[in-house]
């Protein structure tokens, strides 16, 4: 089963509420040393996220300038920067994840959003749980090797009973056949979505080349190289 968030998020949450004042929530970042805090309302559900990058406006200069020529997101700066309060100062919506999202996913918001923190929210309340981090995330990499090869033989199994599995340092090493080429790239491929799993050292060999033949209009296609052609 892939690894979710609640494998590895950290349960005690520093939160900040909507009317926390900005040097409430100075002290609370700098008390726990943590980048950035979620503002909940009085339910305890979470209404945004305060970031350091946006304590950081503060320093922005706040003259008023020319608003005709700034853009929406120079305004939306200024404004943060004028901020008195949590609510004034914070991101929102926040993007949340719960419990059951897989660390994956998780990497994908974070890259994608270009944060380092998701807060956890129960998926029925709204109400925070936790908080998971990007640091949090690599440890999907320090899994046993048993464990590690254990996964990679269930999904191996699906494909063909001839192929061998050997795991060092994270590093997958398959060796066997499999009864058609397209099945060399779907298992790869699988193998790649364990988690743990650093890099794939594949020798596996087919039976029969079925690469080139007729699919449906529209239909992705696999190419000798390996990589979708549509």
């Not at 970031?51 to 020529?69: M, N, W």
């Not at 779907?186 to 080139?212: C, R």
């Amino acid at each position: 089963m892939p690894m979710t968030v609640s494998d590895v998020m950290n349960r005690f949450v520093v939160a900040v509420e909507a009317t926390a004042s900005f040097a409430d929530v100075v002290t609370a970042m700098c008390r726990f040393h943590v980048g950035a805090v979620p503002v909940v309302d009085g339910d305890r559900r979470v209404i945004g996220m305060v970031s350091d990058s946006d304590l950081l406006l503060k320093s922005l200069d706040r003259r008023p300038g020319d608003l005709i020529i700034e853009g929406p997101s120079r305004c939306r700066e200024r404004r943060k920067a004028s901020g008195r309060t949590a609510a004034q100062i914070m991101t929102s919506p926040a993007i949340t994840v719960t419990e059951d999202t897989t660390l994956r996913r998780a990497a994908c918001l974070m890259r994608r959003n270009r944060i380092k923190e998701l807060p956890v929210v129960d998926g029925e309340t709204g109400r925070i749980t936790g908080l998971v981090k990007q640091s949090d995330l690599i440890r999907a990499f320090c899994r046993p090797a048993e464990d590690l090869r254990d996964d990679v033989i269930a999904v191996v199994s699906r494909y063909s009973p001839q192929c061998s599995v050997r795991v060092e340092d994270g590093i997958v090493h398959l060796a066997g056949s499999v009864a058609r080429r397209r099945q060399v790239r779907a298992l790869i491929d699988e193998v790649w979505q364990v988690d743990g799993v650093v890099d794939v050292d594949s020798s596996i060999t087919y039976e029969t080349d079925d690469a080139d033949r007729a699919v449906p209009a529209g239909a992705p296609r696999w190419t000798p190289e390996g990589g979708k052609d549509r």
